[in-house]
DNA sequence: TAGGCCATCTGGTCCT
DNA sequence: AGGACCAGATGGCCTA
């Protein structure tokens, strides 16, 4: 289920104001409350009514004034609106590539799904693995291999760069990709 | 019920 | 100027 969360998000109000005194002057708030822009379903989520209140708008305020500085607070809703939405926008593509990298990973739990942290923490140390897999293949394969650890470091990056200047990051995948079938081979 | 995890909103800051 | 990125706040769902 896509339920884990947000089925129903009720008003956020989240504009550190407080609650506005019952809107005094409906017009702004319901044209909101009216989901224009403010409330839209998408994929099941909600998006909370934005309560925007026009700032104080005293007793004396022109009307004038008021006009220009509704439109304005309106335009700042909708900025806010499109900001929100690339932001969604933003973080669901941040979860596809958590996903990705989920997957990428070999874990043995698979009744539950890797928590971000999780999924970088197994990462990190798959990672490391693979590293020291590697350095272990570099003293077979490469000339001086015999030295100690840290130059065969040294010498794996300088390998690593070369191909990252010479082949971009496809040759460099390639070249792990040998890498890693060469080391199952042997 | 508390704690963990998450999605979303929001305002600030940086970058193009 | 506008979009991307970031971190804090908020609140829902789930599990122990």
């Not at 496809?170 to 792990?176: C, H, K, P, R, V």
Request: proline residues 4%; aromatic residues 4%; glycine residues 10%.
């Amino acid at each position: 289920m896509k339920s884990k969360g947000k089925a129903v998000r009720p008003s956020r109000r989240s504009w550190s104001d407080p609650e506005p005194e019952q809107e005094p002057d409906t017009e702004p708030g319901s044209s909101e409350q009216e989901g224009s822009e403010a409330s839209v379903q998408i994929g099941g989520s909600w998006r909370g009514s934005l309560r925007r209140q026009g700032g104080g708008a005293g007793a004396g305020a022109s009307v004038g004034r008021r006009r220009r500085q509704q439109r304005g607070t309106k335009e700042r809703s909708v900025r806010r609106l499109e900001s929100n939405e690339r932001e969604r926008q933003r973080m669901h593509k941040l979860n596809n590539a958590f996903q990705a990298l989920r997957e990428a990973i070999p874990h043995v739990r698979t009744d539950r799904k890797l928590s971000k942290i999780e999924t970088l923490t197994l990462a990190k140390n798959y990672i490391k693995s693979l590293t020291t897999i590697i350095l272990d293949m570099s003293g077979a394969c490469l000339p001086d291999g015999g030295g100690p650890s840290g130059a065969s470091a040294v010498r794996l990056l300088q390998c690593y760069q070369q191909h990252l200047q010479e082949e971009g990051e496809d040759g460099l995948t390639q070249y792990l990709t040998d890498m890693q079938s060469f080391n199952q081979d042997s």
